[in-house]
């Protein structure tokens, strides 16, 4: 019974509706906060900051600022990019091409040593925006798992259940 009730039924895509969801629209106004609140510290107050540090911070400083800044960047373009997929401007599969351009590479270490000499502000936002992008990665790679292109024929939610085990790990490397 049943194989009748689900037999040949294609899967719902998961990441289709989480792209367009309430969740990733809380993502996108809290990472393009979090752009805007970094590009206004680092062109103020952190220019402040940075002159007051000695030759080793500061060029710790000019270091982790650009990685942050490349990062911010990365997490704005994709961010934009799944906008337009759910503002009708582009399906899934081109954004899926078009992501390609955009590096969601897992987050390389920091030294604490070196966090440690940062001004507060920007250690907060390093981490603000590491937490990001993390949310952006996993995300990421639910939206964009592949489906099956058979017909599920016992369970309709094994391949509903792998996505959501694939939004939830975390990439330990």
Same mark, same amino acid.
């Given at each position: 019974?049943?194989?009748?009730?689900?037999?040949?039924?294609?899967?719902?895509?998961?990441?289709?509706?989480?792209?367009?969801?309430?969740?990733?629209?809380?993502?996108?106004?809290?990472?393009?906060?979090?752009?805007?609140?970094?590009?206004?510290?680092?062109?103020?107050?952190?220019?402040?900051?940075?002159?007051?540090?000695?030759?080793?911070?500061?060029?710790?400083?000019?270091?982790?600022?650009?990685?942050?800044?490349?990062?911010?960047?990365?997490?704005?373009?994709?961010?934009?990019?799944?906008?337009?997929?759910?503002?009708?401007?582009?399906?899934l599969d081109q954004a899926n091409k078009e992501k390609t351009k955009v590096k969601l590479a897992p987050? +390389? =270490? $920091?030294?604490?040593?070196? @966090?440690?000499?940062?001004?507060?502000? #920007? &250690? %907060?936002?390093? *981490? !603000?925006?590491?937490?990001?992008?993390?949310?952006?990665?996993?995300?990421?790679?639910?939206?964009?798992?592949?489906?099956?292109? +058979? =017909? $599920?024929?016992?369970?309709? @939610?094994?391949?509903?259940?792998?996505? #959501? &085990? %694939?939004?939830? *790990? !975390?990439?330990?490397?």
């Amino acid at each position: 019974m049943a194989e009748k009730l689900f037999g040949e039924q294609q899967p719902v895509s998961f990441g289709a509706r989480l792209a367009a969801s309430q969740s990733f629209a809380a993502l996108f106004r809290s990472g393009m906060k979090l752009v805007e609140e970094t590009a206004s510290y680092l062109d103020g107050p952190g220019r402040k900051d940075s002159k007051k540090l000695e030759r080793t911070a500061a060029l710790a400083y000019a270091t982790e600022s650009m990685r942050l800044t490349t990062r911010l960047m990365q997490l704005a373009s994709w961010l934009l990019l799944h906008r337009a997929v759910n503002e009708g401007e582009m399906s899934l599969d081109q954004a899926n091409k078009e992501k390609t351009k955009v590096k969601l590479a897992p987050a +390389e =270490p $920091i030294d604490a040593a070196v @966090l440690k000499g940062l001004p507060e502000k #920007l &250690r %907060a936002l390093i *981490e !603000r925006t590491r937490k990001l992008h993390e949310d952006v990665r996993r995300l990421d790679a639910t939206i964009h798992a592949p489906l099956r292109d +058979e =017909p $599920i024929a016992v369970n309709p @939610l094994d391949h509903q259940m792998g996505l #959501l &085990r %694939a939004a939830f *790990e !975390r990439n330990e490397r």
